[in-house]
Every structure is written in C-alpha cells, then in structure tokens.
C-alpha cells in the first residue's frame, strides 16, 4: 500500500511554493494564493502557449500540456489563461489532426517533442488532444453542453486510431499509450482505448515509478469506468516507494516531488 502521509511528508520537507500548493489543493481542495497561479500564468506568451524555457519565446505544445497540468493540479483549469492556451493548441493543430512542435524549436527539443519525428508527432497529439479533452470535462462535466473543440479533438482521436496496431500496441513513447487512452475513450473509441489499456497493462511492472504514476493519474481524471489498471499502478507504487516517503523521477531528484505530487493525485 501507498504510504500517503509519508508522501504529504516528502512534499512538505521538499517543494517550493507551487509544489505545496498543489498538495493542499489536492488534500483538501484548498484554492492558492493568487500568486501561486500567478507564477505560472506569467510565463505564457501572447498567443496562448507557453514556452519551454531558456531564452525561447516560441510557444511549446509539450511545454504548454505540462503548464496546463500543473493548473490542474491547482483547481486552475478554468479561466482566461486557460481558454487562450487551448485556442492556441485549436488553432496550433495540423490539417491531419496531429500537433507537432514549431521547427525552430528543434534544437533544443526533447525526442518526444521533435519537429517532424514520427513518433513525437503520435506523442504530441495524444498529449495535446488529451489535456484538451480534460479542459473540457472541467468545463462540462456532465456533458451538457458540446464540447468547444469536439471538431479537433475528433480529428486528433481519428489519427490516434489509425496509428495503432492489430494488437493495441502504437509506434511511439510509452507515454502517448495512456493519453491516447484518455482521449480515445472520451471520443467514444471505446474498443481501441480498451486495447491500449490492455497494452499498458502488461506493461506495468516494468515501469518506472514516475511512468505508473503518471498513468495512473491520467486514467483517474477521465472516467474510464472499470479502474483494474488504476489499482494495478497503484499496488505497484506501493512497491516503488523510497522509506522518505518520495518516488523516484525519470528526470533526476529535481524533479522527485513532482513525481510524488502525481502519485498523490493518483490516490487520493
């Protein structure tokens, strides 16, 4: 099992501002200080998007979908920041349904985010198509309204379908599967979603901590129904986690209370 109060432990002793912020948010549905929300709606640029950093004002699909799920985290989901963000990701999408980065990013790009590349276009329209997808449940959770982007995201579900294989496995990053999850079954590709979740499945105990967390975390905030693979992730963190109370991030110790942040999410 999960030792919960040990992570709240890690991410009080550990995080910054932010980082506690959204462990009170998620504790308690506590709201931040405006200043928190502040600090990261700061670094979004004029059309929408946020940059990736360094001295590169070019808005980032990947960079934005991070911003947008760190506001989550925050109960922040809503408002005008959020709405340009997904106006440019609307806007940003390619004729095929597919988001890739902009060219003149593809120097300091990550291989999951480089322009052109197969693979990190597969990556991008998952994780794009499904963050919009979740602004959009945030917005109407009970589906009472059409959705704002039903057009793109249909579009980017479409091409995620064609991508994947007989079996359910997809030609990309482990990361696009439980995106594509999401987004396929919110788009009523109940069938494909399933198939990739059986995928995930089978990969569970290989993964690293900060993948089954941020799967299981992905698959909580869209109602897939059944959560089988919920609470395999689940059973697995509970093996993985270090007697600080803390995971280890596929990034370095840097990043660890994020990574723990998102097991919470996970769990709670």
């Known amino acids: 099992m999960v030792d919960i109060d040990a992570a709240i432990g890690y991410v009080v002793a550990h995080g910054d501002p932010v980082e506690r912020a959204r462990l009170s948010y998620l504790r308690t549905g506590a709201k931040p200080a405006d200043s928190v929300l502040q600090r990261i709606e700061d670094g979004q640029t004029a059309a929408g998007g946020w940059h990736a950093g360094g001295d590169i004002s070019v808005p980032s699909v990947d960079a934005t979908c991070f911003r947008l799920a760190e506001l989550d985290d925050l109960g922040g989901l809503h408002g005008p920041p959020v709405d340009r963000a997904l106006a440019w990701l609307a806007a940003s999408q390619r004729p095929d349904g597919t988001w890739q980065e902009d060219q003149t990013l593809a120097g300091e790009a990550p291989p999951w985010a480089l322009p052109g590349d197969p693979e990190a276009t597969l990556y991008l329209t998952a994780v794009a198509g499904f963050w919009m997808t979740v602004a959009e449940l945030e917005s109407h959770p009970d589906h009472e309204e059409p959705a704002r982007y039903a057009d793109t995201l249909a579009s980017a579900a479409r091409y995620v379908v064609a991508q994947l294989h007989p079996d359910g496995t997809w030609p990309s ?96």
């Open 173 to 268: 990053f482990l990361a696009t599967g439980w995106h594509a999850a999401g987004l396929l079954h919110e788009a009523q590709f109940f069938y494909e979603s399933a198939r990739v979740q059986l995928v995930l499945g089978d990969r569970v105990a290989e993964m690293s901590p900060a993948d089954v967390a941020n799967m299981a975390a992905a698959l909580r905030r869209v109602n897939l129904g059944d959560d089988w693979l919920v609470q395999s992730a689940r059973k697995r963190l509970g093996e993985t986690q270090r007697t600080d109370g803390g995971w280890d991030s596929a990034e370095g110790p840097v990043f660890d209370v994020n990574t723990t942040l998102t097991v919470i999410r996970a769990c709670r």
